[in-house]
Structures are given as structure tokens and as C-alpha cells.
């Protein structure tokens, strides 16, 4: 079993944070815990400033039985937490440090060389599941060729569950209005659900996991009609870790199942052939669920 802790949009709101882990503490009980922290993005209002990644992410974390120290993050680039200058004095602080930990080349590059952006997207295993790793804000031919090769990949088609987790969701429904309608907000990450998107539905890919919206959403649609697959693809909405919630609806894309405008967290067990979801109000309260057998 791989108990994965999902959460997201932290930023800007370290009280509600504090409730948000409180509440985990009391999911998982006091001798157990989650095997990885699955992050989606958005852990600080301000990338440049270490007094934000201390107050907004480490010290509620400090407080509230230090996870972060004893459990393993995946994190998820939100379009808060790295800077998107393509000059050499930008600032990624914890970004760097998260892709230096990994022992490669690659990864160990800084964030911009010679005034190109370097990537933030992976992939990786945890138990029978294959998670990608997106970087929603910095589009590229580098990134959609990635993607498209992981798709395709054996470590992804051979998985028994195919997630993706992207910060900005294909499809929102609440946001800003006025940033939304009179700043073009409702232009970002367009190429998501235009260019990915597709690509998502055609391998079969289980689970979308985004954030950005700060409230949940869980849609299951039909995708496929691979006998040998479910034929659904399920997009979850997690951005419900402490930010300030987004209350009014800007889009209706007449497929959400669930819509919870409060903060939670995501129990994501991951067992073989069984994969079980389970959203949780920051009070305790189950919101939704769902599973998948293969």
C-alpha cells in the first residue's frame, strides 16, 4: 500500500493551513502517516521571498508533526512558485533545490541557462501508478514532446494506474471574474485543455490532479474505448490546502460530479490493483470518494 497525502494552494494562508494539517493529523492518526506528499503547486504567494516559503509552508508544517521532514515530496510547479524571468538573477529557491536533489545532469541545471528556461516536468513511480509531472506555466516544444514520449513510454503504458498531475486544470469553473473576463486570465493554460488534454484521452490516463482553483472539483467522464481500460478519465481540483477560496463561477463545463468550495486535503491510496480516493474536509468530514479496480 502507498499512502499518498495530496494537497495544494497553500499560499497566503498559513491559519487555514495550520486547520488543513490538523485535520490530516487526525485522518491518518498518531502512529501512522502518509508515505508521500504529493504537493500540486502554489506552496508560497512570493517564490523570491524566504520569509514566505517559512511562514506559508515550513513552519505549518513544523507545527503541525513536521511531514516534511520523514516524508518524501513530489512537488508540482504552481505559477507562484517559480520565477518565469528568463534572466540569470531570477530567484527559484526552493524550486533549484527540489530538481537539485535528483542526482542527474538535467535536473541539477539552474532554472534559466543562456536565457532559455530549463524544465520543471518528470515522472516517476509510486507502487503501480506512473505519475507526470507538468509544469503548467512554462509551455514548450521540449515539454509537449516530453509528454507525449512519457505517454507513450512502457513505464507508463505498463502501468496499472496512469495519473497526471498539472498545476492549472484543464477546465475551471471558478475564479475571479474580473480577472477572469478583463485580464485574460481565463486564457491561462488554455494549452492544457487544447493541446494536452487530447493527448490525455488518447493514452488512457486515469487521473488529472490540478490545483490553481482554490476549492475542489472531481469530474469522471468517458474517454476510451479500450475494452482493456476503464474507458473514464477522471480530473480532480485540490486547490484547497489554506489559500483564499474562489467562491464565484466564471465557466460552467457541465461535467463536475462533486464541487466543494471549502478547504481539504486528498488521501490517495494506491494498493496494486486498487486505487482509492478519498477528499476530507480540514474538520474531518469525508466529501467525497471514489476507486478504481484493475
Not at 538573477?89 to 533549484?96: E, I, K, P
Request: with cysteine; net charge negative.
Amino acid at each position: 500500500l502507498n499512502r499518498v497525502l495530496v494537497i495544494a494552494d497553500n499560499q497566503n494562508g498559513p491559519t487555514e493551513f495550520r486547520k488543513v494539517l490538523t485535520g490530516i493529523q487526525q485522518y491518518y492518526g498518531a502512529s501512522s502517516k502518509p508515505d508521500t506528499i504529493l504537493h500540486v503547486g502554489d506552496a508560497v504567494q512570493n517564490v523570491g521571498s524566504l520569509s514566505n516559503w517559512q511562514r506559508q509552508l515550513f513552519a505549518p508544517m513544523e507545527d503541525r508533526s513536521g511531514l516534511h521532514h520523514t516524508t518524501p515530496t513530489i512537488f508540482v510547479p504552481g505559477n507562484h512558485d517559480h520565477d518565469k524571468r528568463r534572466v540569470s538573477s531570477n530567484r527559484n529557491l526552493y524550486m533549484d533545490m527540489y530538481h537539485g536533489l535528483y542526482d542527474t545532469d538535467e535536473l541539477g541545471k539552474a532554472a534559466v541557462t543562456n536565457g532559455s528556461y530549463h524544465r520543471f516536468f518528470h515522472s516517476l513511480s509510486v507502487g503501480s501508478a506512473r505519475i507526470i509531472v507538468l509544469d503548467a506555466e512554462c509551455a514548450s516544444k521540449e515539454e509537449s514532446e516530453f509528454l507525449e514520449r512519457e505517454l507513450k513510454s512502457l513505464a507508463f503504458q505498463s502501468a496499472r494506474f496512469r495519473i497526471v498531475a498539472v498545476h492549472i486544470p484543464p477546465y475551471i469553473e471558478f475564479w475571479d471574474p474580473y480577472g477572469w473576463n478583463k485580464k485574460n486570465e481565463k486564457h491561462w493554460g488554455e494549452h492544457i485543455r487544447l493541446e494536452y488534454d487530447p493527448l490525455f484521452r488518447k493514452h488512457n490516463v486515469d487521473l488529472v490532479i490540478s490545483g490553481h482553483q482554490h476549492n475542489y472539483q472531481r469530474s469522471t467522464v468517458s474517454h476510451s474505448t479500450n475494452s482493456a481500460r476503464s474507458g473514464t478519465i477522471t480530473y480532480a481540483i485540490v486547490g484547497g490546502a489554506g489559500g483564499m477560496l474562489d467562491l464565484e463561477r466564471v465557466e460552467d463545463w457541465n461535467m463536475y460530479n462533486v464541487t466543494y468550495l471549502n478547504h481539504h486535503f486528498v488521501a490517495l491510496d494506491i494498493k496494486d490493483r486498487s486505487l482509492s480516493w478519498t477528499a476530507v474536509s480540514s474538520t474531518g468530514s469525508v466529501i467525497d470518494h471514489f476507486a478504481l479496480q484493475r
